[in-house]
């Protein structure tokens, strides 16, 4: 080091025609290094070290916001701001900044014809030596106001990882007081160092997100294999609300609903959502999907795809970057976006066999104009993990209903093989000829279930009293073959007749799983069982009722759809469905279950 310091003051031609010697030249070299190089680099290893040590598992804006502090007393600058390009609306977003207050930065600028977009462009530094007549610069009242003149502009690159050899791009824009300023080589040369440790400190925090990623992935895989282990199986809600909460620290939501979507893809129901407390949508509700543009434009489409100043609009998932100003959003949804500082919704649907069948929606209480390529795969393997979870829930549905008719179908046989033994089968005939019937019309179920784990679905014209009075008879006789003599059958009125369009089979499984648990709820002290129907204000309804009352507390959970046990989901599922309402109620000592579905218009109705 001496040596070349040395030779470079040897060459120096002022000290050339003053005749310094060799001597002196190395006299004057030792003193420079010893006295201000040595101090110098220390410096500047101190300024590297100072940015190298920012925590990187804070929020990017805390990271950025320190990190312009610090280049800002290093270099002796007025302030410093870093932005970030955002490649889909290839805007540069405002993340950190230190010496000029966020309400007097724009939150985004253009990469074009803009000093920031030209470093972006051209991969290099750039030095303004004077940024009130430089036409690149848009914020001269801005610099006027903090007493900045003059900037140097310095490349950031921070390596994607999800996607290598892809670099994600920002600026570092450093302030200075002085006009006309000539900025040395050395200044610009420490801007660039401190950019690139700026970039190492990124780097290290997109590291921790995808350890912290792989090991969200890992806990939500590990819930729903725990959540299979319990014997009640699967249910898609509850695990929804457990596994929310591994989403809600790493993308920082405030909220989030799932959705059901109808068969005929004119319903959306809210199924569950997180936090309870706050939820915009109402649980269990049906709304309409062509009423509110947001849920249309997933299920429907009809939208360019792209990304605009207030939404962006892609294959997977619908961001609205503006909830007070989206196309999108409704009148009603704006004004509770507006009371709970909601700064973005990101809606994504889940899809199955090329047909959305869930949506989920998040509410973002940070402005969230650009979500992480990590939360966004996050939020992807939430999904399918959902989907996958959907799948098994519904397999676990009719697998639990195959019971009903296996049970009556073993004990009808049972029951059979009894009468089969009389000496006299012409007085058993008729009690035959009903077994007869009773298995057959359960081995058509039986199909029928079959024919449900493959997707297939009747829509029927039905008379919902033949229906019910029709399982109502067969559970009579599963009362009676089982033995159950604390349980007694009695009134079953019903006003004819109470015409619905659904599912015969889906229908079925409402009474079955409606009386199994009507029935399992007498006291085995004794009760009655009973059932009616009637139609009300353009509904038909059936209502199933049991000696026995529930506490208040227990009321409460089954109404709001938080009680554990499959046969209650399937009936809630089935009602909303079809577009119907349940309700749960007690009185005089007694429990009355009543769901309600859509008056049928067309007088057809098929009876067999």
């Known amino acids: 080091m001496i040596g070349k310091l040395q030779d470079f003051l040897a060459s120096v031609p002022d000290l050339q025609e003053r005749g310094v010697t060799r001597e002196c030249l190395a006299a004057l070299s030792g003193v420079i290094e010893d006295n201000f190089l040595a101090d110098f680099l220390a410096r500047i290893v101190a300024e590297i070290d100072e940015v190298i040590a920012i925590d990187p598992r804070g929020s990017l804006q805390d990271i950025l916001c320190r990190a312009a502090e610090l280049i800002v007393n290093d270099l002796d600058a007025t302030a410093a701001t870093i932005r970030l390009l955002d490649p889909r609306s290839f805007r540069l977003i405002s993340f950190g900044a230190h010496g000029l207050p966020e309400a007097e930065r724009k939150p985004s600028i253009p990469v074009e014809d803009t000093i920031a977009g030209a470093v972006i462009s051209e991969k290099r530094s750039i030095t303004v030596p004077d940024i009130l007549v430089d036409p690149r610069y848009h914020g001269k009242e801005t610099a006027v106001n903090h007493g900045i003149r003059s900037l140097i502009a310095v490349p950031i690159r921070i390596p994607t990882f999800l996607a290598p050899g892809r670099e994600d791009h920002g600026v570092l824009q450093i302030y200075f007081p002085e006009s006309g300023r000539d900025f040395s080589r050395l200044l610009i040369m420490r801007a660039e160092l401190l950019a690139r440790r700026v970039s190492h400190v990124l780097a290290l925090r997109k590291i921790n997100d995808l350890r912290e990623l792989n090991r969200r992935k890992e806990e939500i895989v590990n819930q729903i294999f725990i959540k299979l282990s319990y014997r009640e199986g699967v249910k898609l809600k509850d695990l929804f609300i457990l596994l929310i909460p591994e989403l809600e620290s790493f993308v920082h939501i405030q909220g989030c609903t799932l959705f059901a979507v109808s068969d005929d893809g004119r319903r959306i129901t809210a199924e569950a959502a997180y936090p309870l407390e706050s939820t915009y949508h109402e649980l269990h509700h049906a709304f309409t999907v062509d009423n509110h543009p947001y849920f249309h434009q997933l299920i429907n489409g009809g939208e360019a795809f792209g990304d605009f100043a207030d939404e962006r609009v892609d294959p997977g998932y619908l961001l609205i970057k503006k909830p007070l100003e989206s196309r999108f959003v409704t009148a009603d949804m704006r004004d509770y976006a507006r009371r709970h500082n909601i700064y973005t919704i990101l809606l994504v649907p889940l899809r199955i066999d090329d047909r959305v069948r869930h949506v989920l929606m998040f509410f973002a209480a940070d402005q969230k104009s650009l979500f992480r390529d990590e939360e966004i795969e996050l939020l992807t393997f939430f999904g399918k993990e959902i989907m996958k979870a959907s799948r098994l829930e519904f397999l676990g549905n009719v697998l639990h209903d195959f019971k009903n008719p296996a049970i009556a179908i073993t004990g009808f046989v049972n029951r059979l093989r009894r009468k089969l033994a009389s000496p006299d089968l012409e007085t058993v005939r008729p009690d035959l000829a009903r077994g007869v019937?009773?298995?057959?019309?359960?081995?058509?179920?039986?199909?029928?279930?079959?024919?449900?784990?493959?997707?297939?679905?009747?829509?029927?014209?039905?008379?919902?009293?033949?229906?019910?009075?029709?399982?109502?008879?067969?559970?009579?006789?599963?009362?009676?073959?089982?033995?159950?003599?604390?349980?007694?059958?009695?009134?079953?009125?019903?006003?004819?007749?109470?015409?619905?369009?659904?599912?015969?089979?889906?229908?079925?499984?409402?009474?079955?799983?409606?009386?199994?648990?009507?029935?399992?709820?007498?006291?085995?002290?004794?009760?009655?069982?009973?059932?009616?129907?009637?139609?009300?204000?353009?509904?038909?309804?059936?209502?199933?009722?049991?000696?026995?009352?529930?506490?208040?507390?227990?009321?409460?959970?089954?109404?709001?759809?938080?009680?554990?046990?499959?046969?209650?989901?399937?009936v809630s599922r089935f009602v909303h469905t079809y577009h119907g309402m349940m309700d749960i109620s007690v009185n005089d000592r007694r429990t009355f279950f009543t769901i309600c579905l859509p008056r049928e218009a067309d007088p057809v109705i098929a009876t067999d």
């Not at 449900?452 to 399982?471: C, F, H, Y």
């Open 437 to 570: 019937e009773i298995i057959l019309r359960e081995s058509n179920r039986l199909q029928d279930l079959a024919l449900a784990m493959t997707g297939d679905r009747r829509l029927e014209r039905l008379d919902l009293g033949k229906i019910a009075r029709s399982r109502y008879s067969l559970n009579e006789a599963v009362i009676e073959e089982a033995g159950l003599d604390h349980v007694t059958p009695t009134v079953v009125e019903f006003s004819d007749p109470l015409p619905v369009s659904c599912s015969r089979f889906g229908l079925e499984r409402v009474f079955d799983n409606l009386l199994h648990n009507a029935t399992k709820a007498v006291p085995v002290t004794g009760g009655e069982l009973g059932m009616r129907g009637y139609a009300r204000d353009g509904l038909v309804c059936i209502e199933v009722w049991n000696t026995g009352i529930i506490s208040a507390a227990r009321l409460d959970e089954l109404r709001t759809g938080r009680a554990s046990g499959r046969g209650l989901d399937i």
